[in-house]
């Protein structure tokens, strides 16, 4: 998929999108009685969905994050709950775990597809860094274990699909579109299996030019298989492409499914009662891919998306119960016997070295040690990471810089390329209070404070109202008192990065190894302080 990077690079450049609906807080009081779009105001991007009796569950992509795979719950369609991960590891390789000046950024897993077959859930999914297909399966899909199998090559943005005579298939590719057989056990392509192009030039519907489609999801309703994919045409948004056909080898007919605010990539689901939605996600600047989710009707045999091809601001759905503790969640790192060291909300930047951190070494704290030298956020290893989450929302944490050592950095910080961070600065037998501003793509220190104390509290405040796309630093020397940090940060969602931006606990170490940093708490909250 590396080659793909610079259409990905294209098309967001290319992007200008009208102002998000329903945002507005008031709005969405107004609305308060039914679900609003979107669905998931944080970065959840490259949906797959599955129902399963009355309960949906969604898996979405994490790319370089460890664990990865998110797989997600919901009794309604709207609001969703962390339920588990298809992997803890990906693969033990440089590029994952942040080694020998290697990094996974932008890469890592990409588009999965999520199944139920026979009583057993199956998520697929392809990496470039390991340049192989995934596919992990259990019975329990949210307690485990995953049984894992990989193999070569690596299937880019494939469709997984049972069929009912008992074939297994990936539709895979970008332009012309693949159907390839799988091996009964997963293990492999079928030797000697259906491997063909079923629809060359799979754009023609929207215009046969642009971005070639991708992000494959093939379901069959009704005795007939329906394909659908994004595409983007010059001068227009992402565009949702259906294709059909009595055979899964086709011939496939197509047309476009919806071409609005850029709102594509995903697919069909129907509901208990009977009702259909189309599943899907918008770039939304630096908070990411947020998804969508769109009504669907059925005529002459083809899924209608939308109304009167719109997305709709409301649905007739009851409305969310928010991100927070679902998506996001605050944390006091205690944990009681038989809890879990960290709640699913959480994932590493990166492969973690296990070694280096825990909730146990001080009780009720989170202990970040590091073990060698790094000179970059970045690179650094061990940033737990969660995601920011709009319109708004803001980030807060305690810090004990007790056991930190000469040249150790750490703090809270909001991860993309173009970072910000607000952290502990030891040197010497000084400690300052240090603000980092990346806004540019390369770190200036915006504003360096002397500290005398041992704990201090860092606030980051993210506003995505509008596609502001700001974030502005605090910090306290009493949890109550909060006092402006640096310069503003202007985030933006950057290659090769390729997603929103994260809220990052850090210490990495620039002189000697050993040197701890304690976090008291992690807090997330869905609002910000009033801008003077």
Not at 85 to 104: E, P, S
Not at 280 to 290: A, P
Not at 291 to 311: A, C, H, M, Q, R
Request: charged fraction near 20%; charge should be positive.
């Amino acid at each position: 998929m590396k080659k793909l990077l610079p259409l990905f690079s294209l098309y967001l450049f290319l992007f200008t999108a009208t102002s998000l609906k329903a945002q507005d807080p008031k709005l969405t009081r107004l609305y308060a009685q039914k679900a609003t779009n979107p669905i998931i105001y944080a970065d959840v991007p490259d949906i797959s969905i599955v129902r399963v009796s009355n309960s949906y569950y969604m898996s979405s992509t994490t790319m370089h994050m460890s664990p990865g795979v998110p797989i997600m719950k919901s009794n309604d369609l709207v609001t969703w709950k962390t339920v588990g991960y298809a992997y803890d590891t990906l693969a033990n390789i440089d590029a994952m775990n942040l080694t020998n000046g290697k990094n996974a950024y932008g890469e890592g897993s990409w588009a999965s597809s999520i199944r139920f077959h026979n009583g057993t859930f199956y998520v697929s999914t392809f990496s470039a860094n390991t340049g192989k297909t995934h596919i992990y399966s259990t019975k329990n899909i949210e307690k485990g274990p995953w049984k894992a199998r990989s193999f070569a090559p690596d299937l880019g943005d494939h469709s997984l699909f049972f069929d009912d005579d008992g074939k297994v298939y990936m539709i895979s590719g970008s332009g012309d579109l693949r159907l390839i057989e799988l091996k009964d056990d997963l293990s492999g392509i079928k030797p000697g299996g259906t491997d063909q192009v079923i629809i060359k030039k799979a754009n023609v519907p929207s215009g046969g030019t642009g971005l070639g489609p991708e992000g494959s999801q093939l379901f069959k309703i009704n005795s007939k298989y329906y394909l659908f994919n994004i595409t983007w045409p010059p001068g227009h948004v992402r565009t949702v492409i259906i294709h059909r056909a009595d055979k899964i080898t086709g011939p496939y007919e197509g047309r476009i499914g919806l071409q609005d605010l850029g709102v594509a990539q995903g697919g069909l689901v129907e509901a208990p009662n009977g009702d259909w939605y189309s599943y899907l996600f918008r770039d939304y600047g630096s908070v990411g891919r947020i998804p969508y989710l769109v009504p669907v009707k059925w005529e002459d045999g083809w899924p209608v998306l939308g109304t009167n091809g719109k997305v709709r601001d409301t649905l007739d759905l009851p409305a969310g119960k928010g991100l927070i503790p679902g998506i996001v969640a605050s944390d006091d790192f205690f944990r009681k016997k038989g809890e879990r060291a960290l709640p699913l909300v959480w994932q590493w930047n990166h492969n973690p070295d296990n070694s280096l951190w825990s909730v146990t070494a001080r009780k009720g704290y989170l202990r970040l040690t590091t073990g060698r030298i790094d000179t970059d956020f970045v690179m650094a290893r061990n940033s737990l990471t969660q995601r920011t989450i709009g319109p708004v929302c803001s980030g807060t944490v305690s810090l004990d810089i007790s056991n930190m050592k000469d040249g150790d950095f750490a703090g809270l910080g909001l991860l993309q390329r173009n970072y910000g961070l607000a952290g502990v600065k030891i040197t010497g037998d000084s400690k300052a209070v240090v603000m980092i501003n990346a806004s540019t793509g390369k770190p200036v220190e915006a504003q360096k404070i002397p500290l005398n104390q041992k704990v201090v509290y860092f606030k980051a405040e993210c506003n995505f109202t509008n596609r502001k796309d700001v974030a502005n630093f605090f910090y306290s020397l009493d949890g109550k008192t909060w006092i402006p940090l640096g310069t503003q940060l202007k985030m933006a969602y950057t290659f090769p990065h390729f997603m929103g931006y994260r809220f990052a606990l850090f210490n990495y170490a620039t002189k000697n190894i050993g040197g701890a940093a304690d976090f008291d708490f992690f807090h997330i909250t869905d609002s910000i302080s009033q801008e003077k």
